[in-house]
């Protein structure tokens, strides 16, 4: 009986009351090490709670926080040749690109979308920096012109979010071409009298900066994102010197006028809303994003809500 009771019975309880705990309940940050929840994580737009650092975010999770109620619509993006060049490295590009989709649950590295912003009608494309670093490939430039012929028969802005390691070097010079061809897209968009607004984050570098990145009306960057053609090791092995601190980052870069605004993530929406109905011009967004009256809003109401708040 004691054996019973002190060995098969306390056995049987372990293994049926056993629980798995989810290996990604924490996320570690990569810059101060602290260990962050990863509900808290979200919450806070996957920006650490202890050191404000930034750390990437998928661009459904950004559209799901930039959209009005989290509801947008995608674009339909055309297919390109799946590979164009029968391109092999230690893997084959179709196997690549297998297990990119695998990973990030995306059919390619950028995601394009339309929907309401505080009421503010506007096209957005988002780099995943999680597919093959975000590289630039025939899709991602059809994605990019997806974009730009939405915006213009909508009559809408364009909002971008970059980041990239540049072409993506499977496709060769016909990833280079998309280059001259997203740089076409954004003419289009400036023959219309349409806002081009850029948000680069971390990182934008190689050909996404010397091209579409780098050709908005006004061009915002996330805190410390490193923004370049080549990256600093490249040029201190090549100008054999040291660079200065904090070079090619967001914040030096705005100082020396490449960029125009440097914003914490949590103030993007309200920025974008602002920049954008100043461009468009139109009245500032209402504060809490109230509904209009049918036939223009009540002399009551407007009394109550008083100015249109320009920051929100």
């Not at 049987?12 to 810059?31: G, T």
């Not at 091209?211 to 080549?230: K, Q, R, T």
Request: aromatic residues 6%; contains cysteine; charged residues 25%.
């Amino acid at each position: 009986m004691n054996w019973i009771s002190n060995y098969v019975r306390p056995t049987i309880n372990s293994i049926f009351s056993r629980r798995e705990v989810p290996e990604n309940l924490w996320s570690k940050c990569p810059e101060c090490g602290t260990m962050l929840f990863h509900r808290e994580l979200a919450e806070n737009l996957n920006v650490c709670t202890n050191c404000d650092h930034h750390m990437a975010i998928t661009p459904r999770a950004r559209f799901v926080a930039l959209f009005d109620g989290g509801i947008f619509s995608e674009v339909e993006v055309q297919e390109p040749i799946a590979d164009p060049l029968g391109f092999r490295d230690q893997k084959k590009y179709p196997d690549r690109m297998r297990d990119a989709r695998k990973s990030t649950g995306e059919k390619e590295a950028m995601l394009v979308a339309e929907g309401e912003v505080m009421r503010t009608p506007i096209v957005a494309a988002c780099q995943d920096f999680s597919f093959m670093a975000g590289s630039m490939g025939m899709y991602v430039g059809n994605a990019i012109i997806a974009a730009a012929e939405r915006a213009v028969l909508l009559k809408r802005p364009l909002v971008l979010f970059s980041a990239a390691g540049g072409a993506r070097m499977q496709e060769g010079i016909l990833s280079l071409m998309q280059m001259p061809r997203t740089t076409v897209a954004v003419e289009m968009l400036k023959e219309a009298g349409l806002p081009y607004i850029v948000v680069l984050t971390h990182p934008t570098t190689g050909g996404v900066t010397a091209s579409y990145a780098m050709l908005g009306d006004v061009h915002i960057a996330e805190p410390n994102a490193l923004i370049c053609f080549a990256g600093p090791r490249v040029i201190e092995q090549t100008i054999r010197e040291k660079l200065p601190e904090g070079f090619q980052r967001a914040e030096y870069l705005l100082d020396h006028g490449m960029l125009d605004r440097v914003s914490h993530r949590k103030d993007l929406k309200n920025e974008l809303v602002t920049i954008i109905r100043m461009l468009t011009n139109q009245p500032p967004a209402v504060k809490g994003d109230l509904p209009a009256p049918e036939g223009g809003a009540a002399p009551e109401l407007t009394q109550e809500l008083g100015e249109p708040d320009a920051d929100k």
